[in-house]
């Protein structure tokens, strides 16, 4: 029996920690297009050192430039009880590692855009585990496609929360894919710290200026670029803010 579903799309609510947060829309409410974030400037301090860390580090490796493509991916999970339709959607980390295989459908996910998003990832591909809508949201693991994407079982569960009823066996509408944990990251790296560096790549130019964690906050799962993965798993080698 698989964990109760861990996503939240529709109706889904920001970080607690991100009062200001936009509202992203779902296909069934408007189109694709990205709001454009009010521009802010960053605490003072708050990025320069891991910018400059990173341009050194890809220097040093050639600094070939990463082609605009997603190849890697944010999965939002909430760490925390909290009850829909009288399920616990709970599933943290440590409910991922004490799964046969540290491995686990990612299901429930009731949102097109995240959707399409799920229907594009390729196997092997590594994705953050990011624990979302609890008292300090952040990046907590690694983890890893292992099963493309196929149907998700529980938009047929009458008894699941996220069951659709619209849905059929010969056309689902849903899909999921299957993660596997690979390791926790050296350091918890909280939402505050990765926002502190999008604003500042957002006045200054770096690789997080346009990361969909601001841009599409509600999408619980999130694309992202190599220079986005690269800078943010760089963070884990700093010391906290």
């Not at 003072?44 to 070939?64: P, T």
């Not at 990463?66 to 890697?72: D, G, P, V």
Request: hydrophobic content about 30%; some cysteine; overall charge neutral.
């Amino acid at each position: 029996m698989p964990w109760p579903s861990r996503k939240r799309d529709k109706g889904a609510v920001a970080d607690k920690k991100e009062p200001d947060a936009k509202i992203a829309k779902t296909e069934e409410e408007t189109s694709d297009k990205e709001e454009e974030e009010k521009t802010a400037k960053p605490p003072a301090g708050s990025s320069k050192s891991g910018w400059k860390n990173w341009k050194k580090k890809e220097s040093e490796s050639g600094g070939e430039e990463s082609k605009i493509t997603y190849c890697h991916w944010l999965l939002k999970s909430e760490p925390e009880s909290r009850l829909e339709k009288g399920v616990d959607v709970k599933f943290s980390v440590d409910d991922l590692k004490a799964q046969p295989n540290q491995t686990t459908c990612w299901d429930g996910v009731r949102n097109y855009q995240a959707r399409n998003f799920l229907r594009s990832m390729k196997l092997g591909q590594q994705a953050f585990f990011y624990h979302s809508n609890c008292k300090e949201p952040g990046i907590v693991a690694l983890v890893k496609i292992v099963k493309e994407a196929y149907p998700d079982h529980t938009q047929f569960d009458q008894k699941d929360p996220h069951y659709d009823s619209t849905s059929r066996k010969e056309n689902p509408k849903w899909s999921m894919v299957d993660v596997q944990f690979v390791r926790m990251t050296k350091r918890f790296i909280p939402l505050s710290e990765i926002k502190a560096h999008h604003l500042a790549h957002k006045a200054d130019g770096g690789p997080l200026k346009d990361m969909m964690l601001f841009t599409r906050q509600r999408l619980s799962i999130q694309p992202l670029t190599q220079e986005e993965f690269d800078f943010v798993l760089s963070l884990e080698e700093e010391k906290p803010h």
